[in-house]
């Protein structure tokens, strides 16, 4: 009789298993990350057939040294979406911060490294400026960043004379162009450093639970004893560090720092900065990242502009794909959620 | 509820306006030549179009990133008709409004049936109606307006009354009647105060944030057009620079951001403000960089004045309760 019981509970439990692995895969299948992977392997195999180029030594180097730079970008703009906020001044503090690290090479002969430091100090010091201002006044941080990347952006053009820095360490601007087995760049490689770092403090320290938690239910985390006005200055802190990465990072590859580097007003880095994070599935309504996610997502972004580029489309349309991708991912985006909800996959 | 006068949205700017008006005219007595006026009001009728067309989207507590987009795009669409296909410069403009009030209409479709946030919704349509403009002149400026346009843009009907004040005057009291007066300007302010209240209220939330966002597509190819007669060129480039005064006027014409609230008169202030001040940047020589400074620190001088006032109102709400 026992027996039977166990037999019978061991074949539900069988079965239970079978359909619960089966969910796993059917989740895994439906997450952001792996369509992403899919869209990424798909879209190569469209370009290389359509024209080999792309598969070149070169051009896979250019797409990864790209990539690299986009990635940080997505990174920048990520860490204040997850608190419900945005920055509008990503592209302004990546300049400034650009600018701040060539004139410590250029005007006070500062060693590389030193003047790098200087750049994201300044980067920083900008973000927490932004997260300090947006706490205080208890507005929303889009009209906060919108005062400041015109402040920002102003006082550097202000102050450098809109005039670029050439005279940048030949080490620095080495790093930026040599090649390691030909192919991969090293700045691709700190950007992968960067998301290991990222998803170590999302995922295993106290400080990033604490900085998700606020982006969740900002009065919850309150409750349970969260520094919520610390959370999100340092958000919005680590926000400028990124973006100053990100700058310093086209000093390193264009060999000088150039006011004009992210368009007017830091303007021209508005869309990569938020289609890595949307595609990637960041909510936008805070609480929840994929470090992971925005890494693909960017590196996607990156690879349809080279490969678009590559098939001649003509450079100047290359812009109204990108506009429709980020309005086709969030509509797709939308009806995955949905999906998921119907089913209760979520 | 009476208000004393200087509880008004508008009041605040004026006396900023009034105030500068006086010192720089004393300092500077060319600011107040006929010349020099016409030029400020040739700016201020043209930027009080992009205030518009970004106020009646924060008036039901949304935000229009694509405002210069779609001026760009009716812009280059006008100069464009008229000198590749020879279209008469009435019916060019009609075409292009026409694209303008589409460009709007597509963003109020998309932000009202999807759910998604404006904010990624005109970002998106922002970089697609941007790559069309690029697309479609190559970053390449038409150069062949007709004279008419020409003059309609930079002269004078009653010195120093420029033509383009005319649309922006007709344009600013429609929207002050419609907000005012209208029960379609109501709505829109109630969608923007509580968009479930309105819900329940019977108002078609839909239904309003498409119609505003169609008007603030109108209103953004209104300005870009007026710019084309001001520069007397189809270039590619107008819009790029909107963005910042087309949140700077309303802000400090006392909108609040999460909806509901506007001032027409207010925006309008804000936008003579936004002028002044750059004219004061070149009539004394400072640097034209700070401009953007200058903008920044407005709107964040305009946003602070908001919330204390915000607060205040609140404060004195709770005592009156209790």
């Not at chain 2, 829109?188 to 329940?200: M, P, T």
């Amino acid at each position: 009789m026992t027996d039977i019981r166990q037999e019978r509970s061991g074949a539900i439990g069988h079965v239970e298993q079978r359909q619960s692995s089966r969910l796993t895969l059917l989740r895994l299948l439906l997450s952001n990350e792996f369509g992403l992977l899919v869209l990424i392997v798909l879209f190569a195999l469209i370009f290389s057939t359509v024209s080999p180029a792309f598969l070149s030594k070169f051009s896979l180097y250019a797409l990864g040294r790209t990539a690299a730079v986009n990635i940080m970008i997505g990174f920048s703009m990520m860490v204040v979406i997850l608190t419900g906020g945005l920055n509008l001044s990503v592209g302004a503090i990546g300049v400034s911060a650009a600018m701040f690290g060539g004139l410590l090479m250029e005007a006070f002969g500062l060693p590389w490294p030193l003047a790098i430091a200087g750049g994201l100090a300044m980067g920083a010091a900008l973000g927490a400026l932004n997260g300090v201002i947006i706490v205080r006044s208890g507005l929303h941080s889009f009209i906060i960043t919108l005062a400041t990347m015109s402040i920002f952006f102003g006082v550097m053009i202000f102050l450098t004379r809109a005039e670029s820095y050439r005279d940048i360490s030949p080490v620095f601007t080495g790093f930026g162009r040599m090649k390691l087995f030909a192919i991969v760049s090293p700045l691709l490689i700190v950007s992968v450093l960067v998301a290991v770092l990222l998803s170590v403090l999302f995922r295993y320290t106290a400080l990033g639970r604490e900085m998700l938690a606020t982006g969740a239910n900002e009065r919850a985390a309150e409750l349970s004893g969260i520094r919520v006005n610390r959370m999100i200055t340092y958000c919005h802190m680590l926000s400028g560090i990124l973006a100053g990465v990100a700058g310093v990072m086209l000093v390193s590859r264009t060999g000088a720092a150039i006011p004009s580097m992210a368009g007017q007003l830091g303007q021209d880095w508005l869309l990569p900065a938020f289609l890595g994070p949307v595609l990637g599935g960041t909510l936008l309504t805070g609480g929840r990242v994929s470090v992971l996610g925005t890494f693909l997502g960017s590196f996607l972004v990156t690879m349809l502009t080279t490969g678009l580029l590559l098939m001649q489309v003509g450079a100047f349309w290359v812009q109204t794909y990108l506009g429709l991708l980020l309005l086709l991912a969030v509509l797709l985006d939308l009806f995955r959620r949905s999906y998921l909800t119907r089913r209760k996959l979520i | 509820m009476s208000r004393r006068i200087w509880e008004n949205d508008w009041f605040g700017p004026l006396l900023v306006v009034v105030v500068a008006v006086a010192i720089v005219g004393a300092l500077n007595p060319s600011f107040l030549s006929p010349f020099n006026i016409q030029i400020l009001l040739l700016a201020i009728s043209v930027n009080a179009m992009i205030a518009f067309s970004q106020m009646i989207i924060i008036a039901i507590g949304q935000m229009n990133l694509s405002v210069g987009a779609i001026g760009g795009l009716a812009a280059i669409a006008f100069g464009g008709m008229m000198e590749v296909w020879g279209i008469p410069w009435p019916i060019a403009a009609f075409l292009a409004l026409a694209l303008g009030l589409v460009a709007g209409l597509a963003n109020g479709v998309l932000v009202a049936f999807t759910g998604i946030s404006a904010f990624v919704i005109t970002l998106a349509t922002l970089s697609a109606y941007k790559g069309v403009n690029l697309g479609i002149t190559e970053a390449q400026p038409f150069y062949e307006i007709p004279a008419t346009v020409k003059a309609l843009g930079n002269e004078t009907f009653l010195h120093p009354l420029p033509w383009l004040i005319i649309p922006c005057v007709v344009v600013a009291l429609l929207l002050w009647y419609l907000l005012n007066r209208l029960p379609l300007g109501r709505s829109i302010l109630a969608v923007g105060g509580n968009e479930h209240a309105a819900e329940l209220s019977g108002i078609s939330v839909r239904g309003i944030v498409i119609t505003a966002h169609a008007v603030s597509g109108l209103l953004a190819a209104l300005a870009g057009i007026m710019l084309v007669g001001r520069l007397q060129l189809g270039q590619p480039t107008i819009g790029d620079d909107w963005l910042i005064l087309s949140f700077a006027a309303p802000v400090i014409g006392g909108a609040i951001l999460s909806g509901g609230h506007v001032s027409v008169a207010g925006t309008f202030l804000g936008v003579a403000i936004v002028a002044i001040f750059t004219q004061v940047l070149v009539l004394f020589n400072i640097d034209p960089f700070l401009v953007q400074v200058v903008l920044g620190v407005l709107i964040l001088w305009a946003v602070g004045i908001n919330r204390f006032r915000e607060v205040r109102a609140q404060r004195h709400a709770e005592q009156v309760a209790t």
